[in-house]
């Protein structure tokens, strides 16, 4: 470069180490488990290819994938330890992901509510409507609003467990919302989903909620407790 250039050369810049290591990715952590319950409940590490959403794990009489952790070796060789799975339920069409890759690799049940169940072209969907019974302990509820099959599971087990999706996150109090965003489907639909769960359910009967998202809020236990009395406190007038 001459002397009189206006631009002056970049100084040299130190190099990646080509020893750099890249971090595994993280193990399932056990989140519900107690000595003589039938059910055990594992929540998976936040995945990207569903925005940060996370997924969970009911081992009971047959296992059930609640929306789709990030597919790697560490997700595939955890189910296999786990006897495998027999249902992925997925809570809307964002918690999609891998579910290609899991049925393929499982020979598992896909059910997604049947507003979304074209999403998955060319796999064996099982669609539903306003609710589906996979097993004495688990059915489903459609919940619609953040997007048109937006759904919910609940497992009777621990005074009752909502794997709540999008539809309940999280506030950074340690609350449950329902959140309005730019995608969300229809505001109204969701705030009544919201009342028809206070009206389905008792104080005995919900005591936990896992969110889909948003856990970084609970500091790391990936569910919410007292879950009824804080789903009824939710304000419902704010709808358009």
């Known amino acids: ?14 190099q990646p180490s080509t020893n ?14 107690q000595p003589g319950d039938r059910s055990t409940i594992f929540a998976f590490p936040p995945n990207r290819e569903t925005l940060g959403g996370t997924a969970y794990l009911i081992v009971e009489a047959v296992n059930i994938l609640v929306d789709c952790p990030a597919w790697n070796d560490v997700t595939r060789d955890f189910l296999h330890a786990q ?18 890759q899991l049925q393929q690799a499982f020979g598992c049940q896909l059910l997604l509510q049947e ?3 074209y999403l998955l072209p060319g796999l064996p969907v099982t669609p539903f409507g306003q609710a589906f019974t996979l097993t004495p302990q688990s059915r489903i509820l459609w919940t619609p609003g953040h997007s048109p099959g937006s759904a919910c599971l ?47 359910f008792q104080p005995d009967t919900l005591q936990v909620v896992c969110p889909g998202a948003n856990i970084g809020f609970l ?22």
């Open 83 to 100: 006897g495998g799975v027999h249902t992925l339920f997925l809570t809307h069409r964002g918690g999609i992901g891998q579910a290609r």
């Open 154 to 200: 609940y497992h009777s087990n621990y005074g009752g467990v909502l794997f709540s999706g999008r539809h309940l996150l999280p506030s950074p109090q340690g609350n449950l919302l329902p959140l309005k965003t730019s995608k969300t489907f229809h505001w109204r639909r969701q705030l009544n989903s919201v009342q028809k769960l206070v009206s389905e």
């Open 219 to 240: 500091r790391g236990r990936s569910l919410v407790d007292n879950a009824y009395e804080k789903l009824k406190a939710i304000d419902l007038g704010s709808g358009e």
């Open 20 to 33: 750099q290591t890249v971090s595994a990715p993280k193990q399932p952590r056990l989140l519900l488990h």
């Open 115 to 117: 507003q979304e169940a």
């Open 1 to 14: 470069m001459s002397s009189d250039s206006p631009y002056t050369a970049a100084p040299n810049l130190p």
